[in-house]
DNA sequence: CGACGTGTTGAAGGAGCTCAATCTAAGTGG
DNA sequence: CCACTTAGATTGAGCTCCTTCAACACGTCG
């Protein structure tokens, strides 16, 4: 490990790195990138969609969210974002943004050039690699969810969301999938479920009720992960989370 | 133009082109590209959910669908494809497909080993450019397809997917907004829009009832574009098709 | 202390679902 | 050319999951 921790480009060395091997010179690359960090504060926007943005944003410590407001005034989260995440890849190469970018908490903030990105991509192959797997790994999040708001009953919904928050806290090193923090309103939930915020609050309550999870405030425990992961319609492959680029046949 | 449009990979150069601008050598190194042409006819499997495919394949005739089958048994058609649309450049990068690819009508498909879709991204970086531009905006549609399912009602949900279909089909020099074929049952378009059947028939026959589309089996007549778009709350930007990469500031 | 954001609960209503029947058009085989 | 089949579209009736509206509880913070 030639990264340092302190570095608020440390985790995304370590994010590329489980997408594709790279090599010392590779990790420097990403390391010496350019970057201006910045302290926001929860709700903040960090990117509004028709923004032309000259950087790519990456996710330092903290969490964020992305989101769409449609013409009747409703709000769908459509993905949610944790320490490591860039949070805005796309802007390296799409020139407007189609969505908004929102801090779920306090988060820090690394902003990256885009024509610095695009350079590291195209100059080293394995971090260009490591970064468009990042991208096609969105995408198939970003399928599940719309099967998940599109296909599943409310109670599916939402344990299926903490099913994958728990899992993604724990491959970033960031907690337990069993015991956690969801730093999210219930307005919050059933705007990424698509539901009502009275309904999130009764199918939690009937999670509780079902002695599947013990949530307390945000806090939310897990007592019996297989049947949440049951109940949730839940299988982590959609999240690639083992096979990497240059893992064996 | 040096690409001859009887070749099958022309209008991936097409497409590509409007991404990212290619000089004569990259668009001659994308026609270099080894594949294999295949026939299918409708409702074949292009690619299942958890193959490990070596190619990935563009669509060269006809049109297609992603799918998703959850626990319930209820399907998420996930995105329609069309002519020239890589249905699936992630198979290049990722090992496990994480969804299905379904034939709508008889299509030909031209499968490309993936380690030549790899060579030629990193080797030709404008190639490579719009390759990844295009899986961005394969995201970006995606996230607006999230949106369409989980936050708007039924009426809505429809006209969208009626207005991205003709503009897309337009804008792949397809046919006319206004006036084309939708070549989908009622059930599969249930299955888009994250509704049943019945209700997909009871809202299509409305939007004629209301003057704003005239159906005769699969053949739409958009009679007044602007209110189906308002009524879909459909706004193009999402498909970025303008702005591609070199686009002026 | 009062105000505000959030969570919790109840009651009533509705958008969309389910089930099931009927209709239509396009085969298909004799 | 016609009887038969079949996939899909259309329609009706009843039901349910989720929404809407509204009230109340609770903790935090100025």
């Given amino acids: 490990m030639s990264s340092n921790s302190q570095d608020p480009l440390a985790p995304l060395v370590r994010k590329l790195g489980l997408w594709s091997p790279l090599d010392s010179q590779d990790e420097e690359a990403v390391l010496a990138l350019p970057y201006t960090l910045r302290t926001l504060t929860a709700h903040s926007y ?76 195209f100059g080293r192959p394995s971090v260009g690699m490591a970064m468009w797997y990042d991208t096609l790994v969105d995408g198939s999040v970003q399928r599940e969810w719309t099967a998940n708001v599109g296909r599943r009953d409310a ?30 309103t219930q307005e919050q939930l059933a705007d990424a479920t698509g539901l009502t915020s009275v309904h999130v609050n009764r199918t939690l309550m009937a999670l509780d009720r079902d002695k599947i999870t013990d949530r307390n405030k945000r806090a939310v425990r897990v007592v019996d992960w297989n049947r949440l992961a049951e109940v949730g319609d839940f299988s982590s492959e959609y999240l690639h989370l083992q096979d990497e680029v240059a893992a064996p046949r």
Wanted: proline share 3%.
């Fill in 46 to 121: 960090i990117v509004r969609e028709g923004d032309n943005p000259e950087s790519s944003c990456l996710l330092v410590s903290g969490f964020a969210y992305r989101q769409k407001v449609v013409g009747n005034g409703g709000r769908q989260i459509l993905a949610l974002h944790m320490k490591g995440d860039i949070v805005d890849l796309q802007n390296s190469l799409l020139r407007t943004a189609d969505h908004n970018v929102q801090a779920l908490t306090k988060v820090e903030v690394a902003f990256i050039p885009r024509e610095a990105v695009k350079k590291l991509a």
């Fill in 155 to 184: 109670t599916t919904r939402m344990a299926h969301l903490l099913c994958e928050f728990g899992i993604r806290l724990e491959d970033a090193g960031l907690g337990d999938r069993c015991d956690y923090e969801l730093p999210m």
